[in-house]
């Protein structure tokens, strides 16, 4: 039965990679791979009862505190040149997939954003990755940087500048001829930059050698991207490069493929992508003097199941995703990170596919908490520092900045991050529980902290502004802005919005005008489930949030600008967003990328 089921998948699968130009229509990608007809991972079927949770057997046991994380996170230098040189249309004669012309590329460059800076990432397997030490090397999919031979996930970390334009060629070097879950075609989404459409990582962009996502006009092996690094406003506030206000911060890129995001992802496609400006400058003697270099460290976090043998699984045929039971830090289960008595800034990112969390810093006693500074949430830095904080929320994608303090700890100490959150099936979390999960090991080193005041870091005040905020239109203009409803549910088993599911190749009825403010309403009639919904392009501001009748404000870390909003059960949530400076199509779509994966997402259309 399962080698006649996996024989019509190949057939679906196969038709739905055949080139654009001969396809016969442009509908959504089949959700069903024929790989896992091979597969040599384990995977386990799940019964097709959509309202039960299917509980897979917990993972193997792991050796905490083994792996050591580096000191340091080194970030890619730039090229001096690609091969072959990069085009403003697409250089399919090259290799080159069939995206369309960057946008205002002869206007920017050089004279508004430089020359541009050139990287090379190259999505390949890795056959021997090692997430534990009592676990066996397995295959992962990551990227390579500009070494040769040196695949790792998350993928190498590239560092920009506001003003300094960049492309990055991504190239596929995946096997197409790979077991176990997952699609090796890849669409590279930078989350959640200010980017020209054809750059965005759109679903149905997916590309390798002799395939092309049917909104390309061929297949390729490679695709360069032009992030021109200029802030959202740039056409009303053209002499500062758009609006400094809009800045971000803490990036991070993912393989966006139509149908087959999660098990991607979970598979290793992401990495991250930090920009810097003049209040944010990546050097701890300037600006807002905040820690940087050794001392600005990303930490990832995965929810990842394992089998009993140490492998890797995941069942990507199932609408309710797999909840991972092993939290993998930067590529690791459980790993250590030396530290100095100082401070440092931790960009904190849950990467998914599925899990939240709640992080807490604890003494190696399981019960002392200690505090730490918040100053930024989805990588925006916030518009006054959260001092004294003991636990910081997040949903998968979202992100936050804090800053702790080492230098308060005799040396030797250990202290761990942990995760208090319950959570134990994939539609929502339920309470924080203490102790909680230990994470990741910080052993404090024996230097001696700096002396009072010469350690670089953030006030001490939350009286210090950060980045701040433009001003809310007021409620007479907000009241006269369109209003766009978005309700978010569960129809025939899968996931859906506004009761459709994913067409790539349709464009939006009413396309959104360039230059426009809407008021958007998120819906969620469910009473089960959590939504964490993604818009690219944009960041919006909160205007409010309604659950059962009663409306409240967000929280404070959560009235700055979020390209991520957590749309929780029986709720309504408004929210302001401005369209501005590019056009074409991009995406609407929960987080969860299981539910993203299973049809909850959508085309937004920006024109002229």
């Not at 989350?191 to 049917?214: C, K, Q």
């Not at 590019?582 to 920006?606: P, Q, S, V, W």
Request: hydrophobic share 35%.
């Amino acid at each position: 039965m399962f080698n006649r089921k996996a024989n019509i998948m190949r057939k679906e699968l196969q038709q739905s990679r055949e080139p654009v130009a001969s396809r016969p229509d442009g509908s959504r990608r089949t959700l069903l791979k024929a790989s896992i007809a091979a597969t040599a991972a384990p995977l386990v079927l799940t019964s097709r009862n959509t309202e039960a949770q299917v509980v897979l057997p917990p993972s193997r046991a792991t050796t905490p505190w083994v792996d050591v994380l580096p000191a340091a996170d080194t970030p890619l230098t730039a090229l001096a040149s690609l091969t072959p040189a990069p085009t403003v249309a697409a250089n399919t004669a090259g290799g080159e997939c069939g995206r369309a012309a960057h946008q205002r590329y002869a206007e920017l460059v050089p004279a508004v954003v430089g020359t541009p800076k050139l990287y090379q990432l190259t999505a390949k397997e890795n056959p021997a990755w090692v997430f534990n030490a009592n676990y066996p090397p397995q295959p992962i999919w990551g990227y390579e940087g500009h070494t040769p031979g040196v695949v790792t996930t998350p993928g190498p970390t590239i560092h920009a500048r506001y003003g300094e334009s960049v492309i990055v060629r991504i190239s596929n070097d995946l096997p197409a001829g790979h077991n176990g879950f997952g699609s090796p075609e890849i669409s590279t989404h930078l989350h959640n930059m200010h980017t020209p459409s054809e750059s965005d990582g759109y679903a149905s962009d997916f590309y390798r050698l002799g395939v092309g996502g049917a909104t390309l006009t061929q297949g390729g092996t490679f695709n360069d991207h032009f992030y021109p690094n200029i802030y959202a406003g740039y056409d009303e506030f053209p002499a500062t490069k758009g609006d400094p206000r809009e800045a971000l911060g803490s990036l991070f890129y993912h393989d966006h493929t139509e149908g087959v995001t999660a098990p991607n992802v979970l598979k290793g496609l992401f990495g991250r992508y930090a920009i810097f400006d003049d209040l944010d400058t990546g050097d701890e003697t300037t600006g807002l003097r905040l820690p940087s270099g050794a001392y600005d460290y990303p930490l990832s976090f995965s929810d990842k199941r394992f089998d009993a043998a140490g492998n890797l699984v995941f069942d990507e045929l199932n609408p309710e995703g797999v909840l991972g039971d092993k939290v993998v830090v930067n590529g690791k289960i459980e790993p250590v990170l030396n530290v100095q008595r100082r401070r440092y800034r931790f960009r904190l990112l849950n990467a998914g596919p599925t899990r939240f969390y709640e992080f807490y810093l604890q003494h190696q006693n399981r019960t002392t908490l200690y505090t730490y500074t918040h100053i930024a949430n989805d990588g925006n830095l916030l518009p006054r520092a959260l001092i004294n904080q003991f636990r910081v929320r997040l949903a998968p994608a979202e992100r936050a900045d804090i800053i702790i303090d080492f230098s308060r700890f005799a040396p030797g100490t250990q202290v761990f991050l942990v995760n208090q959150l319950v959570q134990i099936e994939t539609r929502q979390p339920t309470v924080a529980q203490a102790p909680g999960t230990q994470l990741i090991k910080f052993i404090v080193g024996n230097n001696p902290p700096p002396p009072d005041g010469s350690d670089p870091a953030l006030m001490t005040s939350t009286q210090k502004i950060l980045r701040p905020l433009r001003d809310l239109p007021t409620p007479a203009e907000i009241a006269a802005l369109p209003v766009r409803r978005w309700l978010f549910a569960r129809n025939s088993g899968n996931w859906n919005i506004n009761g459709q599911f994913f067409n790539a190749t349709a464009p939006m009825p009413n396309p959104i005008r360039k230059g426009a403010a809407e008021v958007w309403e998120f819906v969620n009639v469910d009473n089960g489930w959590q939504h964490p919904i993604h818009v690219h392009f944009e960041e919006g501001r909160i205007l409010s949030r309604t659950t059962n009748g009663v409306t409240t404000l967000p929280p404070v870390h959560e009235q700055g600008r979020k390209d991520v909003f957590i749309l929780g059960p029986l709720m309504t949530m408004r929210v302001l967003f401005r369209f501005r400076d590019f056009t074409g199509k991009y995406l609407m779509h929960c987080h969860n990328l299981t539910h993203e994966d299973h049809a909850m997402m959508t085309r937004l259309d920006i024109v002229p």
